[in-house]
């Protein structure tokens, strides 16, 4: 599994775009990038998942190079709402086969909005 | 659509104690796995079931221990509880083999057990 690295904490203030980026150097070809959100006694909730380029839905932007060793979580005009720790996560996630879907989390970005 | 649950919400037990807990997937799911996360940490795997086996295992001793029943609903059992034990513990749903091309997992709220 690839190893991540990421900011501890990041401060934003209300209605900035956030990028939080993570190096993940040894990227093997069949692992996707993935992005997790976890609330303070909640679970993790999935945010957005991606290859290469260029992924954007509803909450958020995912942008990853060509090398695929880092890649960026963009999160536009963030509210207080976004406080979090944000969790970037590489793996194999086919449903191919038994062992793709078991997830490595490291100590993930905590995000502070500020009013 | 109910999404996963878990019981009971906060649990406070002593050390040496036994402790059981419990997870219903999102509907329509069949794989159910356990996740450790201490404060301040991200999640660590423990183990994960499918058809009512134990498909996979994480870095923990076997004091962990679980079970999935037919209605595809999970234990997770801790005996032996250790002053290191307390933690938020989730449990992650997702279908199996046949669900599609990604696995997508769908986290609980957790439970936090407090071991005095």
């Known amino acids: 599994l690839a190893k991540t690295t990421q900011p501890i904490s990041m401060d934003s203030y209300e209605g900035q775009e956030v990028n939080i980026t993570c190096s993940h150097n040894n990227i093997a070809t069949n692992d996707y990038i993935t992005w997790y959100q976890q609330f303070p006694s909640q679970g993790p909730r999935f945010i957005i998942q991606?290859?290469?380029t260029k992924v954007t839905n509803e909450v958020a932007s995912l942008f990853i190079p060509a090398d695929r060793k880092s890649s960026t979580l963009s999160l536009p005009r963030v509210s207080l709402s976004d406080t979090a720790v944000y969790y970037c996560l590489v793996g194999d996630i086919r449903a191919a086969n038994f062992g793709n879907e078991k997830l490595t989390f490291g100590t993930g970005t905590r995000l502070t909005i500020i009013p | 659509d109910a999404g996963v649950t878990q019981s009971p919400t906060h649990l406070i037990k002593t050390r040496g104690q036994q402790v059981t807990l419990r997870c219903s997937p999102k509907s329509g799911h069949d794989t159910v796995s356990w996740y450790q996360q201490a404060l301040g940490q991200g999640p660590q795997f423990i183990f994960q079931?499918?058809?009512?086996?134990?498909?996979q295992r994480g870095n923990f001793p076997d004091r962990f221990s679980g079970h999935q029943f037919p209605n595809y609903s999970s234990e997770l059992n801790v005996n032996a509880l250790l002053l290191g034990d307390s933690a938020l513990y989730l449990c992650a749903s997702s279908i199996g083999l046949a669900g599609g091309l990604f696995y997508e997992q769908y986290f609980g709220p957790g439970t936090r057990l407090t071991v005095t």
């Open positions: 079931y499918y058809e009512e086996e134990e498909r």
């Open positions: 991606g290859y290469k």
